[in-house]
């Protein structure tokens, strides 16, 4: 079992840049993929970017360079820098682990694009 807990998230204007992290409550080497989605109002849950154990990075063609995620072994925390914002990355962002087939999802964090 695993806990997510995301942060980072934030009212912004479009253009700037946001930093998420998710903290995972156990060692990010016990864990296949971790990932961030997004669920806008009235829109399905849609993947963002996912990173798997062993380094392998995929992105949504929406957000593929101007999004990264990285994850820091040390603090067991996956992040999601988020470059040129614009109004349709406006969403719930939530971070998504996998672990043995099993996924779990943190509460989520709002992001904002708005002037």
């Known amino acids: 079992q695993v806990q997510l807990v995301e942060s980072g998230g934030g009212l912004v204007q479009p253009g700037e840049s946001l930093r998420l992290s998710c903290a995972a409550s156990r060692s990010l080497f016990g864990i296949e993929t971790m990932g961030w989605y997004r669920q806008a109002p009235g829109k399905q849950r849609e993947e963002v970017a996912i990173t798997k154990r062993w380094g392998s990075n995929q992105y949504a063609d929406s957000v593929r360079g101007r999004f990264t995620i990285s994850r820091d072994n040390v603090k067991n925390t996956v992040y999601l820098e988020m470059n040129s914002l614009k109004f349709e990355d406006t969403a719930v962002y939530l971070c998504?682990?996998?672990?043995?087939?099993?996924?779990?999802w943190g509460q989520g964090t709002q992001v904002t694009v708005s002037s």
């Open positions: 998504y682990a996998e672990v043995s087939g099993t996924s779990y």
